[in-house]
């Protein structure tokens, strides 16, 4: 008997301003490095040679590295005719008020412990910021408190509604999907999916524009996964 399967594909953003400084972003708004286009060109020549993989949709974030690499691999893929979809749920984890800081000198600031915590762990909660941001793009959508700082956990639990009534509900019908998203945001969803605990979470990490894809049964039980490094 043949079993239906499905592929569900991740790509985090190519690298960012703020990635090639080392600085933390979370909500900012930064665009793509020169390297992070060549990035998604390169995600996109790899997604290309997949195959059978038809996406019906593509999922992003709100922010414009990610929407830009989405667009570059649509265009490269020839998947530009599909959806996209463009949510805050699907945004990187907000760092509060680390975001512009430099990674080192939080090092120095906090201590390598506490940012390690921070930056990985699933429960903690990084400085928050003290009046939350007033950006239009969060006006308009279902968001109806701002964040002002996420754990790791407080990401999984935004995003999730979300993966389950738009992506799930898709592969279930056996279409496959794309989501082009970020980095926490991206753990967050792996960890849910792949079942990970709380301390092993800490090691997982998510390079830029390297396409995760996940093979997943009727049930969407992962039957196989692949990195393309």
Same mark, same amino acid.
């Given at each position: 008997?043949? %079993?239906?399967l ?5 790509v985090r953003h190519g690298?960012?301003i703020a990635?090639a400084? $080392?600085?933390y972003?979370?909500?900012?708004d930064v665009a793509l *490095?020169?390297?992070?286009?060549k990035?998604a060109?390169?995600?996109g020549y790899k997604?290309?040679k %997949?195959?059978n993989?038809?996406?019906?949709a593509?999922h992003?974030?709100v922010?414009s590295?990610a929407i830009v690499?989405a667009?570059i691999?649509?265009?490269i893929? $020839? ?8 949510t805050?749920?699907l945004?990187?984890? @907000?760092?509060?008020a680390l975001r512009g ?6 090092k120095? %600031?906090y201590?390598t412990?506490q ?8 429960? *903690?909660?990084p400085?928050?910021l003290a009046t939350? *941001? $007033? ?7 279902d ?6 700082g996420e754990s790791l @956990? ?7 509604p979300?993966?389950?009534? @738009?992506i799930?509900s ?8 794309l989501?082009?998203?970020h980095g926490?945001s ?6 849910k999916?792949e079942?990970?605990n709380?301390?092993?979470i %800490?090691k ?8 995760i ?5 009727a ?6 996964k $692949?990195?393309?490094?």
């Amino acid at each position: 008997m043949n %079993v239906k399967l499905v592929k569900l594909v991740l790509v985090r953003h190519g690298e960012s301003i703020a990635n090639a400084n $080392n600085t933390y972003t979370g909500w900012d708004d930064v665009a793509l *490095s020169p390297l992070g286009i060549k990035q998604a060109q390169q995600a996109g020549y790899k997604l290309k040679k %997949v195959d059978n993989f038809l996406p019906t949709a593509i999922h992003t974030s709100v922010l414009s590295r990610a929407i830009v690499t989405a667009n570059i691999i649509a265009d490269i893929c $020839n998947f530009l005719y599909l959806p996209i979809y463009k949510t805050w749920r699907l945004n990187e984890r @907000h760092y509060g008020a680390l975001r512009g800081m430099n990674k080192q000198i939080s090092k120095r %600031v906090y201590g390598t412990k506490q940012v390690l915590s921070w930056r990985r762990g699933f429960e *903690s909660i990084p400085p928050l910021l003290a009046t939350p *941001s $007033n950006d239009r793009r969060y006006q308009i959508g279902d968001l109806k408190n701002i964040p002002r700082g996420e754990s790791l @956990h407080q990401t999984q639990n935004r995003l999730m509604p979300y993966y389950y009534d @738009h992506i799930a509900s898709k592969l279930l019908l056996g279409q496959d999907q794309l989501i082009v998203a970020h980095g926490s945001s991206l753990r967050a969803l792996i960890k849910k999916i792949e079942n990970i605990n709380d301390q092993d979470i %800490v090691k997982v990490e998510v390079a830029n524009a390297e396409p995760i894809i996940y093979t997943l049964d009727a049930n969407l039980k992962i039957i196989d996964k $692949n990195i393309l490094r």
